[in-house]
T-cell receptor
Framework: DQQVKQNSPSLSVQEGRISILNCDYTNSMFDYFLWYKKYPAEGPTFLISISSIKDKNEDGRFTVFLNKSAKHLSLHIVPSQPGDSAVYFCAASAQETSGSRLTFGEGTQLTVNP | KAGVTQTPRYLIKTRGQQVTLSCSPISGHRSVSWYQQTPGQGLQFLFEYFSETQRNKGNFPGRFSGRQFSNSRSEMNVSTLELGDSALYLC??????????????FGPGTRLTVT
């Protein structure tokens, strides 16, 4: 049972344009969401997070939007840069779970073309 | 501050053997979590340790175990290795127990290949 799903395995955009990565979840107990970026041969790097009490969080070029009724979140990267090319993972944490347990999506490979 | 370190980075083992992986968290971080990444299953939570106690456990068989030492360093052990255990094993640390609203910092991982 995949509780966090990233339906697009890959996304290709031009440098300077917007990248939109999507994530859907099924567990209504999830109340905290994170995005990680992963380069080959490295561990995931934290990008941005959002609590379920918000619908938007912004940090520089990165903005995460949360639609609780649709159980959907998205990551917007504006403007996209070639260095953003990596695998992006969506992750979620459930309120009934103590500790640092995260449930991850399958990842989306973003390629930003110069 | 040094990041999360994991040793070894690469490991090749034979089916039936056992393996121990090591993780040193960021200085001052007391929570250590382990994840398994495979092409078919993605990133899956194994377990979390805080103050030398396992606080959370994922849906993995008992062949997967771990421990944490008083200096917060952690090890995970896999006994009776199976081909399906081939994966990237990632360790992550956080400064607090119950650090759900604090990001986890990941190490580079240990690539385990079982032949």
């Amino acid at each position: 049972d995949q509780q966090v799903k990233q339906n697009s395995p890959s996304l290709s955009v031009q440098e300077g344009r917007i990248s939109i990565l999507n994530c859907d979840y099924t567990n209504s107990m999830f109340d905290y969401f994170l995005w990680y970026k992963k380069y080959p041969a490295e561990g995931p790097t934290f990008l941005i997070s959002i609590s379920s009490i918000k619908d938007k969080n912004e940090d520089g070029r990165f903005t995460v939007f949360l639609n609780k009724s649709a159980k959907h979140l998205s990551l917007h990267i504006v403007p996209s840069q070639p260095g953003d090319s990596a695998v992006y993972f969506c992750a979620a944490s459930a309120q009934e779970t103590s500790g640092s347990r995260l449930t991850f999506g399958e990842g989306t490979q973003l390629t930003v073309n110069p | 501050k040094a990041g999360v370190t994991q040793t070894p980075r690469y490991l090749i083992k034979t089916r039936g053997q056992q393996v121990t992986l090591s993780c040193s968290p960021i200085s001052g971080h007391r929570s250590v979590s382990w994840y398994q990444q495979t092409p078919g299953q993605g990133l899956q939570f194994l377990f979390e340790y805080f103050s030398e106690t396992q606080r959370n456990k994922g849906n993995f068989p008992g062949r997967f175990s771990g421990r944490q030492f008083s200096n917060s360093r952690s090890e995970m052990n896999v006994s009776t290795l199976e081909l399906g255990d081939s994966a990237l094993y990632l360790c992550a640390s956080s400064p607090y127990r119950g650090a759900r609203h604090v990001e986890q910092y990941f190490g580079p991982g240990t690539r385990l290949t079982v032949t």
